[in-house]
C-alpha cells in the first residue's frame, strides 16, 4: 500500500527497472508524484531545522502545565503528590458541570466525567451528557474544559499530567458525589489521555473507564496524515500546491510523504505535536521505538516493562470500542487508521498489510499494564461495531444507548 524506502529502489535492479519502463509508459504522471513528494520533503526538512525546542508547556489558558513523565510511571512517581490544575484555569461552570438533582437514587449512575478529542472542547459531550441525564436523571457530570481546540495538540504527556491534575483537584472538590467513585467516558485521542492518565493516578476512584475509538496503539496512513496536514502546518509550514493537480497525483505524493514522515514525527516534532505522538510507523518500528517519547512507554513496550499496572487493574471495567469496517482501515478522516488501534490491533512490525489482533501484541501478552489482567478477570469489554463512524459515538443516541450507556456504573443506593 505504502511505498517501501528509496534506498531499497536504487538497490533492487528490477525494482528500478520497472520504474523506468512505467515513466517511459506513463511520462509526467508517475514523475509529478515524486516531485511532489520531494518537494514536500525538502519543506518539511527545512522546517524543521527551523523548529524552536520547546521551552515550556501550557494548556488551554496558556498557563504552565505539571508533566507527568510516562518514562517513570512506577510506584516511586505515582508516590508524589499529584499535578496541580493549571494556575488560571476555571475548571467548573454551570456548562461543564451538572450537578445532581433530587431525583431517585435508583435512577442516578455513579458520576460521569468526559474528555474530549484533538480539535475539539467539552462541547463535543453536550449531546451525551442530555442523554446520559434524560435516562438517568440525578446524574452528576462533568465535562472536562481542559486542551481545547488547538491545545488539543499539545504533547500528550503534557495532557496527561493537566487531566491528572483536573481529576484530582476534582474529587477533592466534591468529596460526596465521587466518594464511591466515577466513569471516565473519553473519546478520540482523549480516550489515549485517559486511559494513561489512570495508569498514572496513584489512588484514583476511575470505577469504570470508556474508551470511544482511542488510538491506543497509535495511527498510521496517509488518509489520516492528509486530515492532519493543516493542524501540523502550524508546526511544519508546507506551501499549497497548485489546485489543478488530480487528486489520483495528489495521493500518490501523499503515499510518499506518509513512508518519511517517521523522519520528522521523531525527531523535533516529537516535543511539540500531540500528532507526532501518535504516528506509529510499523515500517520503521525501531525508529518509532527510540524516537517517540510517549506512546512506546505509556504501553510497556520499552523501559522497565510493567507502567502502572497496579493503578489500572483497580478498575471494574475497562471498555474499548471502535467502529470496525471491511471496505477501508479508517473509521473516519482525522480519525483512527487502522480503525483496529481502537481495540488495541495494529500492523505487524515491518509489514503495513498484516494486522496483529491485541492478543497477540506484547503489550498483552506482557500484561504490560494490566490489560491481560483485566480480560482474565473478567473486566475488559473489547467491540468493533461494524460501520460506526468516529464521531457517531457522540452524534448517534441509537449507538451510545445501544453500546455505551449499559457501561456506566450505577450509583451506590
Given at each position: 500500500?505504502f511505498m ?7 538497490l533492487?535492479?528490477d525494482r528500478?527497472?520497472?520504474?523506468t519502463?512505467?515513466?517511459r509508459?506513463?511520462g509526467?504522471r508517475?514523475?509529478?508524484p515524486?516531485v511532489?513528494?520531494l518537494f514536500?520533503?525538502v519543506?518539511?526538512a ?7 525546542e520547546p521551552?515550556?508547556s501550557?494548556?488551554?489558558t496558556?498557563t504552565q502545565v505539571?508533566h ?5 510511571l ?14 488560571g484555569?476555571a475548571?467548573?461552570s ?5 450537578l ?5 437514587n435508583?435512577?442516578k449512575?455513579?458520576p460521569v466525567?468526559?474528555f ?6 467539552e462541547?463535543?459531550f453536550?449531546?451525551?451528557?442530555h442523554w446520559?441525564?434524560?435516562?438517568h ?12 481546540g ?12 493537566g487531566?491528572?491534575?483536573?481529576l484530582s483537584r476534582l474529587?477533592e472538590d466534591?468529596?460526596e458525589q465521587?466518594h464511591?467513585?466515577?466513569n471516565l ?7 489515549l489521555?485517559c486511559?494513561?492518565?489512570v495508569?498514572?493516578?496513584d489512588?484514583h476512584?476511575?470505577?469504570n473507564f470508556?474508551?470511544?475509538a ?10 489520516w496524515?492528509?486530515s492532519?496536514q ?9 506551501p499549497?500546491?497548485p489546485?489543478?493537480?488530480p ?8 503515499d510518499i ?9 521523531y525527531g523535533?516534532l ?6 507526532a ?7 520503521h518500528?525501531e ?5 517517540n ?8 513496550e ?12 483497580k ?13 477501508r482501515?479508517?473509521d473516519s ?12 490491533g495494529f500492523y505487524?512490525?515491518?509489514?503495513d ?5 491485541m492478543?497477540?501484541q506484547?503489550l ?14 473478567g473486566r ?5 461495531v ?5 464521531g457517531?459515538?457522540?452524534?448517534s443516541?441509537?449507538?451510545?444507548q445501544r453500546?455505551v450507556?449499559p457501561?456506566l456504573a450505577?450509583?451506590?443506593?
Amino acid at each position: 500500500r505504502f511505498m517501501e524506502s528509496a534506498q531499497y529502489d536504487l538497490l533492487t535492479d528490477d525494482r528500478d527497472q520497472l520504474g523506468t519502463a512505467r515513466l517511459r509508459r506513463v511520462g509526467w504522471r508517475t514523475l509529478l508524484p515524486a516531485v511532489l513528494g520531494l518537494f514536500a520533503l525538502v519543506t518539511l526538512a527545512v522546517s524543521r531545522q527551523q523548529l524552536p525546542e520547546p521551552t515550556g508547556s501550557t494548556g488551554s489558558t496558556g498557563t504552565q502545565v505539571a508533566h507527568v513523565h510516562v518514562t517513570d510511571l512506577d510506584a516511586s512517581v505515582q508516590s508524589k503528590k499529584a499535578p496541580q490544575l493549571p494556575e488560571g484555569t476555571a475548571p467548573y461552570s454551570r456548562s461543564t458541570v451538572s450537578l445532581p438533582s433530587s431525583a431517585s437514587n435508583a435512577s442516578k449512575l455513579l458520576p460521569v466525567v468526559m474528555f474530549h478529542g484533538a480539535a475539539e472542547s467539552e462541547k463535543e459531550f453536550i449531546q451525551v451528557n442530555h442523554w446520559i441525564r434524560s435516562e438517568h436523571p440525578g446524574t452528576f457530570t462533568v465535562l472536562v474544559n481542559l486542551f481545547t481546540g488547538t491545545n488539543s495538540f499539545s504533547p500528550l504527556e503534557e495532557q496527561v499530567g493537566g487531566l491528572y491534575g483536573y481529576l484530582s483537584r476534582l474529587v477533592e472538590d466534591f468529596p460526596e458525589q465521587f466518594h464511591h467513585g466515577y466513569n471516565l467516558l473519553c473519546h478520540s485521542q482523549g480516550a489515549l489521555v485517559c486511559r494513561v492518565a489512570v495508569q498514572v493516578m496513584d489512588h484514583h476512584r476511575v470505577v469504570n473507564f470508556i474508551s470511544l475509538a482511542g488510538p491506543q496503539m497509535g495511527v498510521y496512513g496517509t488518509t489520516w496524515l492528509e486530515s492532519a496536514q493543516p493542524f501540523l502546518e502550524k508546526n511544519l509550514p508546507i506551501p499549497p500546491l497548485p489546485q489543478f493537480i488530480p487528486t489520483s497525483i495528489m495521493s500518490m505524493g501523499a503515499d510518499i510523504l506518509a513512508s518519511n514522515f517517521h523522519t520528522f514525527a521523531y525527531g523535533s516534532l516529537q516535543n511539540s505535536s500531540s500528532l507526532a505522538n501518535l504516528w506509529h510507523d510499523p515500517l520503521h518500528e525501531e525508529d518509532y521505538l527510540k524516537g517517540n517519547a510517549f506512546l512506546p512507554r505509556a504501553n510497556g513496550e520499552v523501559g522497565r516493562g510493567s507502567v502502572g499496572k497496579g493503578n489500572f487493574v483497580k478498575l471494574r471495567k475497562a471498555v474499548f470500542l471502535v467502529g470496525s469496517f471491511q471496505d477501508r482501515d479508517y473509521d473516519s478522516k482525522l480519525g483512527l487508521e487502522p480503525w483496529q488501534s481502537g481495540i488495541f490491533g495494529f500492523y505487524k512490525p515491518g509489514t503495513d498489510d498484516e494486522l496483529l489482533p491485541m492478543k497477540k501484541q506484547k503489550l498483552f501478552r506482557e500484561d504490560a499494564f494490566g490489560l491481560r489482567t483485566l480480560h482474565d478477570s473478567g473486566r475488559l469489554h473489547v467491540e468493533a461495531v461494524p460501520n460506526v463512524e468516529h464521531g457517531e459515538w457522540l452524534s448517534s443516541r441509537k449507538v451510545f444507548q445501544r453500546y455505551v450507556l449499559p457501561h456506566l456504573a450505577m450509583g451506590e443506593h
